[in-house]
């Protein structure tokens, strides 16, 4: 089974207005951690923000905030306020606490930002 | 200060040849993990190294092979290349922190392997 699922291939924003990503994880642990990370075209994974599953309140970054819903196992990203250097792919990804070290990553959504 | 830095950028390997990747990580970063990215698809881990040694290692067959050196900086070694390996290649490099909630934070632009 899928640990992390991103069910979006791709999206369409238009500038300024606000986007959300979908993610859904599965996962049988009850200590885990949720990131997710933002690939321009030049290759990099650039971390965004994170979320711990004991967390109450969801976490927010600048213009990213993380909607976290346990019992529905998702954590998708909203991006506030649109912008060109926004387009990337963007990958949900999870670290179990009985998963060692290992970060999974989903498949991704790609992002496409209109002027 | 340098990112995590990993050569070669771009690099095409013929069926059965071996190729070695190479890992400088941040200062201050004592831990380098690697993942393989094929083309639409998101990273899969393929091990840790800590203290010049193989902490953690996910689902890739013996061919992948890696080492840590004593400045922290690593290679990536896969033998008798498949089609199928094919990918780019990402390390990243963290401190050693025993907690699930440390996101691996820094990622070099990653190596692209064309296997033809």
């Known amino acids: 089974a899928q640990k992390i699922t991103q069910t979006q291939p791709g999206m369409f924003v238009q500038e300024k207005e606000a986007v959300t990503l979908d993610c859904t994880y599965d996962?049988?642990?009850?200590?885990?951690?949720l990131f997710w990370y933002k690939q321009p075209s030049s290759g990099e994974m650039i971390f965004l923000i994170y979320?711990?599953?004991?967390?109450?309140q969801n976490a927010t970054e600048g213009r990213y905030s993380l909607n976290f819903q346990k019992a529905r196992k998702s954590a998708n990203l909203v991006i506030s306020a649109s912008q060109l250097g926004d387009s990337a792919m963007y990958f949900c990804?999870?670290?179990?606490?009985?998963?060692?070290?290992?970060?999974?990553f989903g498949a991704g959504t790609r992002l496409f930002v209109k002027a | 200060d340098a990112g995590v830095t990993q050569s070669p950028t771009h690099l095409i390997k013929t069926r059965g040849q071996q190729v070695t990747l190479r890992c400088s990580p941040k200062?201050?970063?004592?831990?380098v993990s690697w993942y393989q990215q094929a083309l639409g698809q998101g990273p899969q881990f393929i091990f840790q190294?800590?203290?010049?040694?193989?902490?953690q290692r996910g689902n890739f067959p013996d061919r992948f092979s890696g080492h840590q050196f004593p400045n922290y900086s690593s290679e990536l070694n896969v033998n008798a290349l498949l089609l199928g390996d094919s990918a780019l290649y990402l390390c990243?490099?963290?401190?050693?922190?025993?907690?699930?909630?440390?996101?691996?934070?820094?990622f070099g632009q990653g190596t692209r392997l064309t296997v033809v």
């Open positions: 190294y800590y203290e010049e040694e193989e902490r």
């Open positions: 990243a490099s963290s401190e050693d922190r025993d907690s699930m909630d440390v996101p691996e934070a820094f």
């Open positions: 200062s201050g970063h004592d831990t």
């Open positions: 979320q711990g599953s004991y967390d109450q």
């Open positions: 990804a999870m670290r179990e606490s009985t998963g060692g070290f290992k970060t999974i």
């Open positions: 996962t049988s642990d009850p200590s885990y951690g």
